[in-house]
C-alpha cells in the first residue's frame, strides 16, 4: 500500500446527510438549512479544528463555517440555501497545534507546575504564524508572542496574555492549516422552490368544467373555476393530458373495450391526427386559451401543473413518424400496453431499448421544455417507473440545469426500493403508498420511515387519499367521516398532499365492482357534471384545513413529525414543531397537536366513528 501524506493524522467519517456514498445529492428547497455533521478524531489527545466549506454551482470560491464539537467526537455546522439550484459541501480538519499547546499549558497551571518553557514554545507558534501573516495582525501577534517571554513580567500576567481569548481566535483564523485531513468527496444538495416542499394539490379534469351537463369543457370554463379551487386554499392545478385523444381502440364508459362515437376516451390514450403530446385537444381550446389561463391562475396563487405521460394511442404522429420507436410483434403490429391481467389496446408504450434511444430521448426532453416554455413549471409525471432510471436521470439533470424552479412529482405506485430511487435521480416529490395505510400501527411505522430515517433526505412525501385510479375501501365503507379523517391526516402528516376532486369534496365513494378500487362511471372515461355547491360538500372544511397549514409553518415541514404513545389503538396521536431552521433566523416555538379516533368500518357499514381534534400550543 502506497502512503502519499503520512503526516495526515486527522479521519474525517460518517458524514451526513450523505446518499449512498455522495452518489446522489440531499434535496433542500430555498432558505432551508443544511445541517452537517461528521465524526472527526486523531491519534492521541491534541486538539482538533474543522471546518464545514460549501458554495452554490455557479461560485468558484468556498465558504466556511466553523465546525463544532458535539458529543463523542462528533462534530456539526448549519449552512443555508437561499439560492435555486446545486450547492456543494465536503469537510476540512486538522490538528489545531496552537490549541493544543493551550489546553497543555492549563493542564500545567492547575498541577502548579513551571510554565516558563511551555511558554516559550506558545511564543514560537505566535511568531511562525505571525511570518506568515501581513499588517496589523502580524504585529498584533508578535506583540503577543513577546508577552509570553518577557521575565520581567509577573508569571500570572503572562498566563493570562497566554490564555487570552482574543489570541485565541486570531491564532485558530491565521494558523496555517499542517496536514489537513480533507474529505474525500464534494457533496451535493439540490435546492428547488419551496412549492416542492410545501404543496397544496388539486386534480380536476379540464372537459369537465362546462357550466352545462354533458357539455366539453374548455379552458374558459377552468378560469372559472379558480376562484372555486383557490377559496378552498389550493395553491396546484393538476390536469390530466390535455392531447388530442385517439379514437383507435377508444375506451368506453367504465372502460369498456367498445365505445360510442359520443365516448370522449381516456385522457391518457395521447395523440390524433391533431397531434400528439405538444399539442392541445381542440375542444379545451388554443394554446393562447391555454397560456391565458396559466396567467389568470397565478392571479389566484396557483400553479398549473400538467400530467406527462410517455405513452401513445395507435394515432399518435410518433407511430407513423418514428414506428422504431415502439416494439413490435412477430406478425409486424406495434405491442400495446399490458399489466396482466388488465389490457390497454387504446395506448402503445415507448421502447426504451430501441437502437434509436438517443432520439426517442431528445423528443421526450423537447415535450418538456415546450410546456415550460408555455409557463409550466410542475410536472406530474405517469407511471416513470415504467421507464429506465437512467433516462429519468439525464432528463431531469437536463431540465435542471436551465430551469432549476421546476418540479417533478412522480406518480410511482411500485416497489419501495423503485420509488427511492426516481427520487434520487431527481423526482422532487413523490405519490407514497398512503392510500393503504390506514391503521395506527400502518401509519405510524410508514411515516416515521419517511420522515425519521434518511429517507428524508432525498423522499419528499406527497399524500393523496385518492386519484381517479384511487377509491380504497376505508372512503368506500367510511361514509363522510372517513374523507374527513383522511383528508387531515393527509393535511397534517405531510407538507404537500392532494385530492382528485370534485369526487373527494363530494365524497364520491361508490366502486365500479365489490373490492374493486375503480370508480363507477369514472371521469376517466366520461364528462363529469358537478354540483360544486351540494349542502353535503366538504369544500369549507377542506377550506379550513388549508388555512390552518398556511397559518402554521409547523405543517410546512416533514422532518419534525413526531408520534406520541397511545395506549388505546383507536387513537393516533402526532406533533409537528417549527424549529425556526431557516435562512433567516427567526426562531419558532409553535407546534401542532394531532389527535385522531381512528374508525373502524365494516363492509356495508355507512358510516365510522371519528373525531378530530387540532391544538397549538
Given at each position: ?8 493524522r ?47 454551482g ?16 462528533r ?12 450547492y ?5 480538519a ?58 520581567t ?23 496555517p ?46 378560469e ?5 379551487i ?13 392531447h ?10 367504465n ?34 386559451d391555454?397560456q ?11 400553479d ?5 405521460a ?22 409486424g ?12 389496446q387504446d ?55 436551465q ?6 412529482l ?21 405519490y ?18 419517511l ?9 419528499r ?76 360538500s366538504?369544500?369549507d372544511?377542506i ?7 398556511k ?12 408520534f406520541?404513545p ?6 393516533i ?44 400550543s
Amino acid at each position: 500500500m502506497e502512503v502519499k501524506d503520512g503526516q495526515v493524522r486527522v479521519v474525517i467519517e460518517r458524514v451526513t446527510p450523505q446518499i449512498d456514498c455522495g452518489r446522489f445529492p440531499v434535496k433542500r428547497s430555498v432558505d432551508e438549512l443544511v445541517v452537517v455533521e461528521a465524526d472527526i478524531f486523531a491519534d492521541g489527545h491534541d486538539a482538533l479544528a474543522a471546518v464545514l466549506r460549501y458554495r452554490h454551482g455557479s461560485a468558484a470560491e468556498w465558504t466556511e463555517i466553523p465546525m463544532e464539537f458535539v458529543v463523542n467526537d462528533r462534530w456539526r455546522a448549519v449552512f443555508a440555501v437561499p439560492q435555486l439550484g446545486d450547492y456543494f459541501y465536503t469537510i476540512q480538519a486538522w490538528v489545531d497545534r496552537f490549541e493544543s499547546w493551550r489546553q497543555d499549558l492549563r493542564k500545567r497551571v492547575d498541577a502548579g507546575q513551571e510554565v516558563d518553557v511551555p511558554l516559550a514554545v506558545g511564543a514560537k507558534l505566535i511568531v511562525e504564524t505571525a511570518n506568515k501573516t501581513r499588517g496589523t495582525e502580524a504585529k498584533e501577534l508578535h506583540e503577543a508572542a513577546n508577552k509570553l517571554v518577557a521575565t520581567t513580567t509577573p508569571p500570572t500576567e503572562r498566563i493570562a496574555a497566554a490564555l487570552d481569548e482574543n489570541l485565541s481566535q486570531m491564532m485558530r483564523k491565521l494558523s496555517p492549516r499542517l496536514h489537513a485531513a480533507q474529505f474525500e468527496r464534494e457533496l451535493r444538495v439540490v435546492v428547488e422552490p419551496v412549492k416542492a416542499r410545501f404543496s397544496t394539490w388539486y386534480e380536476m379534469f379540464p372537459r369537465s368544467c362546462a357550466g352545462e351537463p354533458g357539455k366539453h369543457g374548455t379552458f374558459r370554463d377552468c378560469e372559472n373555476r379558480l376562484p372555486y379551487i383557490a377559496e378552498m386554499g389550493f395553491d396546484v392545478l393538476y390536469f390530466p393530458p390535455i392531447h388530442p385523444i385517439g379514437r383507435s381502440f377508444r375506451k368506453g364508459k367504465n372502460n369498456s373495450l367498445t365505445c360510442t362515437p359520443d365516448d370522449v376516451g381516456s385522457p391518457w390514450g395521447i395523440g390524433s391526427e391533431e397531434g400528439g403530446h405538444k399539442a392541445i385537444h381542440p375542444q379545451l381550446g388554443t394554446l393562447a386559451d391555454f397560456q391565458h389561463l396559466v396567467a389568470k391562475a397565478k392571479e389566484f396563487g396557483i400553479d398549473i401543473a400538467l400530467d406527462i405521460a410517455f405513452q401513445c394511442s395507435p394515432d399518435h404522429p410518433y407511430v407513423k413518424e418514428h414506428p422504431q420507436w415502439f416494439r413490435h410483434r412477430p406478425d409486424g403490429t406495434i405491442q400495446y400496453a399490458e399489466n396482466p391481467p388488465k389490457k390497454y389496446q387504446d395506448i402503445y408504450p415507448l421502447d426504451f431499448e430501441t437502437e434509436d434511444w438517443r432520439s426517442l430521448w431528445d423528443e421526450l426532453k423537447s415535450v418538456f421544455l415546450f410546456w415550460i416554455e408555455q409557463g409550466i413549471r410542475i410536472f406530474r409525471v405517469d407511471n416513470p417507473h415504467t421507464k429506465p432510471f437512467r433516462f429519468w436521470e439525464w432528463v431531469i439533470a437536463e431540465i435542471k440545469r436551465q430551469y432549476p424552479d421546476v418540479i417533478f412529482l412522480s406518480e410511482a405506485f411500485t416497489r419501495p426500493k423503485v420509488m427511492y430511487r426516481l427520487a434520487k435521480l431527481g423526482y422532487s416529490q413523490s405519490y407514497t403508498y398512503f392510500a393503504w395505510r390506514n391503521t395506527k400501527r400502518e401509519l405510524t411505522e410508514y411515516f416515521t420511515e419517511l420522515t425519521q430515517t434518511e429517507v428524508r433526505e432525498f423522499f419528499r412525501p406527497n399524500l393523496w387519499p385518492n386519484t381517479p385510479d384511487i377509491l380504497n375501501e376505508y372512503l368506500q365503507h367510511g361514509g363522510r367521516p372517513a374523507f374527513m379523517i383522511r383528508l387531515v391526516l393527509a393535511a397534517t402528516l405531510g407538507a404537500s398532499y392532494g385530492i382528485y376532486g370534485p369526487a373527494y369534496e363530494l365524497c364520491i365513494n361508490t366502486p365500479f365492482a365489490p373490492g374493486s378500487e375503480e370508480y363507477l362511471d369514472s371521469e376517466k372515461y366520461e364528462i363529469k357534471s358537478w354540483d360544486l355547491h351540494a349542502p353535503h360538500s366538504l369544500k369549507d372544511f377542506i377550506a379550513r384545513v388549508n388555512r390552518i397549514r398556511k397559518d402554521n409553518r409547523a405543517l410546512q415541514h416533514n422532518f419534525s413529525l413526531q408520534f406520541h404513545p397511545v395506549s388505546n389503538d383507536e387513537l393516533i396521536c402526532y406533533s409537528k414543531r417549527d424549529t425556526g431552521q431557516r435562512h433567516s433566523g427567526r426562531r419558532e416555538s409553535e407546534s401542532i397537536l394531532h389527535a385522531f379516533r381512528m374508525g373502524r368500518f365494516a363492509s356495508g357499514a355507512t358510516r365510522s366513528r371519528s373525531s378530530a381534534a387540532f391544538s397549538g400550543s
